[in-house]
């Protein structure tokens, strides 16, 4: 019904869409319900795509080269953020595939992988703002097997461990704990428990990470706003927080194809390619500057790249 009142009267003066319980009408093109939507998160999905094949993002993300003081041994040194990017890339490719499924077929269960798939990025995002604030892990000085060689009782060797004194280390243990099963009950309450999906509910929630990405970010910049990158990070948290007002405009699809959300997805394209760029740098002067590298000896220029002399 809905798809043969836009098909008949959509451009005509005569006709003004309308929502239908809470969604606007579109012309349908191969099948598709919201065309425009869907080839823009394909869009979206293009940049995490490449940062997980892509052979210069795997040489400048997580690797460097570096030799002993004698010259005798040459090692491949692996950047310390180089797991949680790839996990990060993995969420957000599932999620870009689940929004252009979503957008192509509107049903319940597409519309649950959509929605979840969104809040694991967002959370998962927070997480790995909060690890990258916390810094570099401190090398081991022990093995496994002296773990124990220690005076220390052994519930204080497990609250030095679990409850490091850095408060930005403390923030990103903590959400390692909390937020997984944080975010297995948020799935089971909205989708299993619940006759009904709060959409009202899961907004507010993906806001609330949204403004905690933020904030963690803008507080790594802040507090290394002498690196000659940190401009690109500023650029995307601004462009994400101009975008987000696209969603607030909720417009009419123009020519029942394009409409306030797909505008949203438009603008985040290029973002991502600012986002990935600043992730890119920010690894190559860790592996510059052997932040996280145990044994580190010093490097030459990446790449020949002066900023990184």
Aim: net charge neutral; hydrophobic share 45%.
């Amino acid at each position: 019904m809905v798809e043969s009142l836009v098909e008949t009267k959509y451009g005509t003066e005569i006709y003004t869409p309308v929502k239908y319980y809470g969604k606007w009408p579109f012309r349908r093109v191969c099948g598709m319900q919201e065309f425009m939507s869907v080839l823009l998160s394909l869009g979206n999905l293009l940049p995490h795509l490449l940062h997980l094949v892509g052979t210069e993002w795997r040489d400048a993300l997580t690797y460097g080269e570096s030799t002993t003081p004698g010259g005798e041994e040459r090692r491949k040194r692996r950047n310390w953020m180089a797991t949680p990017l790839r996990i990060y890339g993995i969420i957000c490719v599932n999620t870009w595939i689940w929004s252009a499924i979503f957008h192509a077929r509107d049903v319940k269960w597409t519309e649950a992988m959509d929605y979840h798939s969104a809040t694991a990025q967002i959370y998962f995002s927070v997480w790995m703002a909060a690890y990258r604030l916390a810094g570099p892990p401190p090398p081991a000085k022990r093995s496994v097997v002296h773990a124990f060689d220690d005076d220390l009782p052994l519930f204080r060797r497990a609250v030095r461990t679990l409850a490091p004194r850095s408060p930005r280390r403390l923030l990103s243990r903590a959400l390692s704990l909390t937020l997984p099963p944080l975010y297995v009950a948020y799935v089971l309450m909205m989708s299993v428990l619940s006759n009904e999906f709060d959409y009202g509910l899961h907004m507010r929630i993906n806001i609330v990470g949204f403004v905690l990405h933020q904030i963690l970010w803008a507080v790594w910049a802040i507090s290394h706003r002498d690196r000659p990158y940190v401009s690109r990070l500023v650029t995307f948290l601004v462009g994400l927080m101009v975008a987000g007002l696209l969603e607030v405009l909720d417009f009419p699809p123009l020519w029942g194809l394009l409409d306030a959300h797909a505008c949203w997805h438009a603008a985040t394209v290029p973002l991502l390619f600012i986002w990935y760029q600043f992730l890119k740098d920010d690894a190559a002067w860790e592996v510059k500057h052997g932040c996280g590298v145990e044994e580190f000896v010093d490097l030459a220029s990446i790449n020949g790249d002066p900023k990184y002399a």
